[in-house]
């Protein structure tokens, strides 16, 4: 089989895993309902799933110096489907959080795997690859609001888990199928020495970090409190603050699939800065939205520039680092960076909970974001953060 079709089922699983993710977002509410427990508990339960997505990142970073990339994609499968399997039996929020720490567990071995092998797959149009394939993972994002509300309408939350246990199942089984029967790359056959390759690449890991940590911690707790947000703060039509988490997920497919391919064209750095200034000017002219069609307007754009983001910095990751250390290099960036953001959710939780307003917490975290980002524009001009690959070694 062709590397087209393994790509095409890659591209079929990370829909799965980030669905595992992004799911949690829309059912907080229905959730926050049936086990009566406050915004922070709640918060908790939506870090839960993205810890456990940070948890895994540096030991299987550790694991792919030995065993071949293709069996820990499996292995998530794997992990992916008992844990969907698990959540929907859960009998008390402590359980259901178990379930979405396993759930972020899954997710994030797959992509400290999967996202390396996909670099790799098409060395020629990094950006482009994984634009394609960050945009199969935003389509979870897109139709997870949807998705529950068909299932709230049928019958309970519980059946959400159910469908993915059983569709993840059957795609675990495709992905081990077509792998076994595909000629797989080994540019990445000498990477075997994590904490070498950590040394040898502290500067952009660091940077890397930089970039992402505090805008990631600010949009997960956005995203994962958008419908609780605009359900309670603004006065919309019923059901409008879920389709408006559509909305800002929507914005994202076609961010992926522009962005990957402006960052082969870009110079990295500045690229990224100028996503980082324009997410927190969206989220603070959130704030002084009211009306359905600017709220409207302002989630689509915030969502665009947010999910710009993620395929520029994994191009800016993977196309600066050689061979030897690619993966081993990228685990370590990925598992810090995610630390960072998993506190999200229970940062804008406890902030709820000690009685601030949904605005202020939003305007002082805009605010934030603006004085990290004046930081790293003046290391940039000063020549302190690295540059990553030349332009032309990617196209």
Known sequence: MSRRQLFGSLCSMVFLVNMARVVFAPLLDPLKTTFAVSDATIGLLATLAWLGSASPRLPVGYLLTRIARRHVVFASGLVLTAAAAF????????????????????????????????????????????????????????VAAPFVGLVLALEDWRLAFQVLAGVAALATVVLLVVSRRTDLPDAGIEDRDLVGAAKRQWRLILAGVAFIGATGLVWNGVFNFYDIYLSSARTLPDGASRDMLTVLFAAGLPAFLVSGRLADRLPNVPYVLGICGAFAFCLYLLTLTSGYWEVLAVSALMGYVIHSLFPAMDTYMLSSLPDQHRASAYAVYSGSMMFIQAAGSTVIGVLRDAGFAFDTVFQGAAAALGVVLVVLVGLYLDGRLPTGAAMGDRV
């Open 87 to 142: 959540a929907s039996v859960a009998p008390s929020i402590e359980v259901l959080m178990v379930s979405a720490f396993c759930l972020g567990l899954s997710s994030g071995a797959y992509f400290i795997a999967a996202n390396p092998l996909v670099s790799e797959l098409f060395p020629d149009r990094v950006g482009a690859a994984l634009g394609v394939h960050g945009a199969s993972s935003q389509v979870a994002a897109v």
